[in-house]
Nanobody, 116 residues
């Protein structure tokens, strides 16, 4: 089992920045990919960004150039730096860890609200 605890998030004005962090514990040696997903009100949960254990990244088109995912394998953490935030980025953001055997683990979610 893997446990994920998120921190960060909150309320920010359009054009502002926020940083999300996620700390993994438990059977961390099984983790391959870590990432962030989000669910806006009334919508499904969608991919935001992922990063492999080797550092390869993947981003949703809607966040490319604005969001940056990073990972510290020594500390078992993953971060999401979000810049130039837009109202449409408002959502609950979930940390995800995927094991080599394709098991998914999820954090509890962090609310991000972009509003003036």
């Amino acid at each position: 089992q893997v446990q994920l605890v998120e921190s960060g998030g909150g309320l920010v004005q359009p054009g502002g920045s926020l940083r999300l962090s996620c700390a993994a514990s438990g059977n961390i040696f099984n983790i391959n990919v870590m990432g962030w997903y989000r669910r806006a009100p009334g919508k499904r949960r969608d991919l935001v960004a992922t990063i492999t254990s080797g550092g390869s990244t993947n981003y949703a088109d809607s966040v490319k150039g604005r969001f940056t995912i990073s990972r510290d394998n020594a500390k078992n953490t993953v971060q999401l730096q979000m810049n130039s935030l837009k109202p449409e980025d408002t959502a609950v953001y979930y940390c995800n860890a995927r094991s080599w055997s394709m098991n998914d683990y999820w954090g509890q979610g962090a609310q991000v609200t972009v509003s003036s």
